[in-house]
């Protein structure tokens, strides 16, 4: 039974990492980006963020200088199932902090830290998702922050070139309820009580990135950014209560554990184009490889858990308009498809009910000699998307209905 628990969390942690295509895969460490729905990231030049999306990028911001950024986004989901309906709506805080440095007009570095990927759903202790017989999921979270350090340089024909190194840290919390579930260490009489499953750990990354400048006013960028393979440690820590005929018995168990994900591969293309003096416009497609994650084997002496996913590449298609009032102020709107990579109803989960969604995007710069606030808001309306018990110990049979508002706010000093 050990093993069961141990199983059924890493396969859970596993999906977690690698369903990020359209939510958890993170874009909000950009205040001016998200008011037009990220699109142009990496080459508009408006603010210090172009090394996490494209560091060649960062030859856009002509000026030296530092930002802080704090986004706000919002968990909202209601659970529809045959037993009643279970709501969860609350806020993460997601923050950033970037610098660049131009040495001349030929060489840039870049030094950021922000939050790239990251998971979050928590349904109360006696909601039907977390009664689900025998596992039930009560919280998952998943965080992974990156220290990037960039460097780009610029040609004179136009051509930029850039490239990061990321070092990785990954941390995640798996709990669970355990109902009913048959123990054989207790002659198959059913057992309840919860499993806390945690890890974390350490990894690296790579960005390469190319811009070329048609012009002061047109440019176009493209950025690769490689996979990464988590290795994380951690605990499982279980506790089991059984009812016998002869009295309550307390079963406790602290597991090591053990997982080692991977992050996928992501392109990102992006353009920007200024009109006049008053008007530009931006757009991003962005392609995410999920093709390799097919299915996590989890396999016990109580039977077979293995998990299927059939994860498909997913792609994103983001367009963005600014208006420059004047020199203080600059509006900007933008709207985004996001896809996700689940592949049908059978392979979402109550831990990641991810559906395809649009992005409303508005937001603001104000500008005042070397000071810049930005502030961003989206509003993301997601397809409903049902997730069906499909193998033994999974999830509640659920329909939902999921949105999320979100905000952002920023400070650069540039010098």
Do not use: C
Request: hydrophobic letters at 35%; a neutral charge.
């Amino acid at each position: 039974m050990k093993k069961l628990y141990l199983m059924t969390a890493l396969a859970a942690i596993l999906s977690a990492h690698n369903a990020n295509a359209a939510g958890y895969q993170l874009n909000e460490f950009s205040a001016a980006g998200l008011g037009r729905s990220f699109a142009g990231i990496g080459v508009v030049g408006d603010d210090f963020s172009a090394l996490g999306y494209n560091p060649a990028g960062m030859t856009a911001q002509k000026r030296s200088g530092v930002q802080l950024g704090l986004a706000l986004t919002e968990i909202a989901a209601k659970a529809k199932s045959e037993q009643g309906t279970d709501k969860m709506d609350y806020f993460v805080p997601l923050p950033s902090a970037m610098g660049q440095y131009n040495l001349n007009n030929k060489w840039f570095f870049g030094l950021g830290v922000y939050v790239p990927y990251g998971l979050s759903t928590k349904y109360k202790h006696d909601s039907h998702v977390a009664q689900h017989e025998p596992v039930g999921v009560r919280k998952s979270e998943l965080e992974v922050v990156d220290a990037n350090f960039s460097t780009a340089y610029r040609f004179d024909i136009g051509l930029s070139l850039g490239a990061s190194a990321i070092l990785r840290y990954i941390k995640g919390q798996l709990t669970s309820n355990i109902n009913n579930m048959p123990l054989e260490q207790a002659g198959g009489l059913p057992a309840n009580g919860s499993s806390d499953y945690r890890v974390k750990g350490w990894s690296q990354s790579w960005q390469l990135g190319a811009m070329y400048e048609f012009d002061e006013n047109t440019r176009v960028g493209l950025a690769y950014r490689f996979k990464s393979t988590q290795h994380t440690h951690g605990k499982e820590y279980v506790y089991m209560e059984v009812n016998t005929p002869i009295g309550t018995k307390d079963i406790f168990g602290r597991y090591e554990t053990m997982a080692d994900p991977e992050l996928p591969a992501s392109w990102i293309l992006s353009g920007y184009h200024k009109w006049n003096d008053k008007w530009a416009s931006e757009a991003t497609v962005k392609y995410i490889q999920w093709h390799r994650f097919y299915e996590f084997p989890a396999h016990s002496y109580a039977g077979d858990h293995s998990v299927e996913y059939r994860w498909k590449d997913s792609w994103t298609f983001a367009l963005g308009q600014e208006y420059y009032a004047n020199e203080n102020w600059t509006f900007r709107v933008g709207t985004a498809w996001d896809q996700a990579p689940t592949a049908n109803n059978n392979f979402r989960t109550n831990r990641i009910p991810d559906s395809d969604r649009i992005w409303l995007s508005a937001g603001t710069s104000y500008t005042t000699g070397n000071h810049q606030i930005d502030l961003g808001y989206a509003f993301l309306t997601m397809m409903h998307g049902r997730v069906r018990d499909h193998y033994q110990g999974g999830d509640l049979d659920a329909k939902y209905h999921n949105h999320s508002n979100m905000f952002a706010l920023s400070y650069q000093y540039k010098f």
